[in-house]
Nanobody, 124 residues
């Protein structure tokens, strides 16, 4: 069974940057497309970005397009989410998960189990 652990969150001022990491254990991450989601207090979990197994294809929510970059290092079994020009509205717990193999990558039900996430807090 594959498990993933998110890290890299923290407190940052508006305009700052963070790089989140999603490390997997149990199986090779290269067998899966991977997505990042986030959930703010009182809100639904929402799609942020996804990357195909090879890394050739990436997908972004409109809210982060141009500010986020998803990448993967299959040799390190890790997927990254670089977030720049952070805004207070980006404050949330960020989660990564492995795709089930459905035709879409931007719905919660497209993904397997969720980890504990990593908190990102952006101060104004």
């Amino acid at each position: 069974q594959v498990q993933q652990v998110e890290s890299g969150g923290g407190l940052v001022q508006a305009g700052g940057s963070l790089r989140l990491s999603c490390a997997a254990s149990g199986r090779t991450l290269s067998s899966y497309s991977v997505g990042w989601f986030r959930q703010a207090p009182g809100k639904e979990r929402e799609f942020v970005a996804a990357i195909s197994r090879s890394g050739d294809s990436t997908y972004y929510a409109d809210s982060v397009k141009g500010r986020a970059t998803i990448s993967r290092d299959n040799a390190k079994n890790t997927v990254y989410l670089q977030m720049n020009s952070l805004e207070p509205e980006d404050t949330a717990v960020y989660y990564c998960s492995l795709a089930r193999g459905s035709s879409t990558l931007w719905e919660v039900h497209d993904y397997r189990a969720w980890g504990q996430g990593t908190q990102v807090t952006v101060s104004s």
